[in-house]
DNA sequence: CCTGCTCCATACATAACTGTATGGTTGTAT
DNA sequence: ATACAACCATACAGTTATGTATGGAGCAGG
């Protein structure tokens, strides 16, 4: 067993990094000591730290959203209920720091404002396929992913099990 | 008129600085810069960053929050409908920045959630005061606030006038 | 008018980074 | 075995910040 480092080691260090200490934390030389390595190692994989964020940032892309919204057959009766159950009993740490990535640094915000943009659209999928009206699609669906996001951020209060199912039918119209 | 800065004159645009530009934009050295002052200034009137950090955050809490809580009359039939339509329809950025530095500082986290739940509490007294039922304000409350915080982050998108008023009705059980 | 308080500039020491250059080590395919 | 590629350490130059020390400038009241 090596333990020389990839690019993509270093990826997965960054995501964890990410997580549990914020973006300020995903510094070439910070992450390099936690490594016990030298810098060296990180120059030699990725050509500075923007090309290393970037990368990081797909990498999350695809190992979150991606796999979830391939994952869930739309047309399924309990699509909205899994997906939401999901959702907001997760660990939202990451999603947590990469908010507040996106509001500190423009071209993050980008590209998390287009993710936003597809997730909701995914939602808005799910409530047409249980037969809401086509009138408040939209309003539900936004609001249903801002209730996630900012749950993400006061991640100390949980809804209690019962309630998110309430919260759920709510949106149903049931 | 003297065009020498005095201690508020720091905060307040550390709070313009905060929206505009974010947290990490709150070095001593960058501020002085914009404000074409020296360092010198800053540490005659804080005495560290922290210091500084610390009393713009209370700055902040006192401008915005105190101020609104106090202001509203729980017992109103439109309260909660007046408290939705400013707090959605409002500027956000400065929530949004706030929300980015809790994430990143721990102490900034503490006091911000301890400012949640005092927001929280007071969207429950406006729900008690509609006559919603007990078991399903806590609930209601949250999801409240939660999408009020997760519209924040989404600056690009806002509800058309109508849709917030449907979304009230919806967590008015009407 | 001069004493003291408020406010600021400048200079210094230190820290935490970035990115490059160069050379060394380890693994692997032929 | 050797050659080449993949990986890493070290040293350097540069940048952006913090906090302190010290010496002023400007305005107030006695």
Redesign the interface.
Same mark, same amino acid.
């Given at each position: 067993m090596s333990d020389r480092l990839r690019g993509k080691d270093w990826l997965s260090f960054g995501l964890k990094t990410l997580g549990e200490e914020?973006? &300020?934390a995903l510094k070439a030389d910070r992450m390099a000591r936690a490594l016990n390595v030298s810098r060296g190692s990180f120059y030699w994989h990725f050509k500075n730290l923007r090309h290393f964020h970037e990368a990081l940032l797909d990498h999350w892309k695809t190992t979150t959203t991606d796999i979830i919204i391939d994952d869930i057959d739309t047309r399924s009766d309990t699509a909205l209920r899994t997906l939401i159950g999901e959702a907001f009993n997760a660990d939202r740490k990451l999603e947590?720091?990469i908010?507040?990535?996106? &509001?500190?640094t423009e071209w993050v915000g980008e590209r998390v404002?287009s993710l936003?943009k597809r997730r909701?659209t995914f939602i808005e999928k799910l409530l047409e396929a249980q037969g809401i009206a086509q009138n408040?699609i939209?309003?539900r669906a &936004?609001?249903l992913?801002?209730?996630? %996001?900012?749950?993400a %951020?006061?991640q100390? &209060?949980r809804?209690p099990d019962g309630?998110l199912d309430? %919260?759920v039918d709510?949106m149903l119209g049931k």
């Amino acid at each position: 067993m090596s333990d020389r480092l990839r690019g993509k080691d270093w990826l997965s260090f960054g995501l964890k990094t990410l997580g549990e200490e914020g973006f &300020t934390a995903l510094k070439a030389d910070r992450m390099a000591r936690a490594l016990n390595v030298s810098r060296g190692s990180f120059y030699w994989h990725f050509k500075n730290l923007r090309h290393f964020h970037e990368a990081l940032l797909d990498h999350w892309k695809t190992t979150t959203t991606d796999i979830i919204i391939d994952d869930i057959d739309t047309r399924s009766d309990t699509a909205l209920r899994t997906l939401i159950g999901e959702a907001f009993n997760a660990d939202r740490k990451l999603e947590r720091a990469i908010r507040a990535w996106a &509001t500190e640094t423009e071209w993050v915000g980008e590209r998390v404002a287009s993710l936003d943009k597809r997730r909701i659209t995914f939602i808005e999928k799910l409530l047409e396929a249980q037969g809401i009206a086509q009138n408040a699609i939209p309003v539900r669906a &936004t609001v249903l992913y801002w209730a996630y %996001l900012g749950g993400a %951020l006061v991640q100390h &209060t949980r809804l209690p099990d019962g309630q998110l199912d309430a %919260l759920v039918d709510m949106m149903l119209g049931k």
